[in-house]
């Protein structure tokens, strides 16, 4: 049985202008290193907090990924580069030790209501389903699973599983302690599994990748707790790839996700 998440966990802790990673933003491939859906959903929860002159909603982040974040405290440069009653667009840099180790901009627009019927909103039912997650099926196999795993809980329908879409997800425990997750903070974590999309486990490959880029576009906040992640990606043969996948919760689409590969070699 694996072990889960404790009462009140997050994924930051903050202090002061910091804010400190707990075991629970811990990523598979480092042990010292964060989950790339904790620093992005952190930078969702400080978009959403910037000021602006009417109410906004996130329409794009994109988030760059440009080193390993490591599993210490981070500090933030959040900066308004347009302001305006119809867009807005923010930056965010996180910085460790005063290094930039993730940068990424956000573009707001004006938040209203359109009543209007027969919207091309990808709207359909998408009921969750109700088998759960079989444990011998975990990707990253060992004695204790990495924090990012403990803070997640997947859901299959019929022949999913890890890299087999489409995947139900739900981040279980806040971003910043104290504070309750945000919607597109719960999107912009689980939109970093993307990664694998489109290749199999039983696929045998003499390479493996990493995603430089996570960039979120959003039809509208999700509703509920559970995600669905269905995507395919693609690599080439100059040592770059692709990612494309497509985020639904139970009343549909909730937004699109675009990733950059590079081959680890």
């Known amino acids: 049985m694996l072990r889960t998440a404790q009462k009140d966990a ?34 969702a929860t400080l978009v959403e907090k910037v000021p602006s002159l009417v109410p906004m909603q996130i329409a794009r982040v994109t988030t760059d990924l440009l080193r390993p974040v490591p599993l210490s405290p981070l500090t933030a440069d959040v900066r ?13 840099s996180l910085l460790a030790d005063g290094l930039e180790v993730t940068r990424a901009t956000a573009l707001r627009v004006r938040r209203t209501v359109v009543d209007a019927d027969g919207l091309p909103d990808g709207r359909f039912p998408n009921p969750l389903p109700t088998q759960p997650r079989d444990v011998d099926d975990e990707p990253f196999p060992a004695p204790e699973p990495h924090g990012a795993r403990l803070a997640t809980e997947w859901l299959f329908e019929e022949a999913g599983g890890h890299y087999r879409q489409p995947s139900w997800i739900r981040l279980r425990i806040d971003v910043i302690a104290g504070e309750p997750a945000l919607p597109v903070a719960k999107l912009a974590f689980v939109a970093d599994t993307a990664s694998g999309a489109g290749t199999g486990r039983h696929v045998q490959l003499p390479f493996s990748w990493t995603n430089a880029d996570v960039a979120v576009n959003v039809v509208r906040e999700p509703v509920g707790e559970w995600l669905c992640l269905d995507g395919e990606g693609w690599v080439g043969h100059t040592g770059t790839g692709q990612v494309q996948a497509t985020v ?3 009343e549909g689409v909730v937004a699109t996700i675009s990733m950059v590969r590079f081959i680890n070699l």
């Open 10 to 43: 997050a994924l930051f802790i903050a202090d002061r202008d910091l804010f400190v990673p707990t075991i629970y933003a811990q990523g598979p491939w480092d042990p010292g290193a964060q989950f790339g859906g904790a620093p992005a959903a952190l930078i």
């Open 80 to 92: 308004v580069v347009r302001e305006g009653k119809k867009i807005q667009v923010v930056t965010v």
């Open 248 to 250: 639904l919760d139970t």
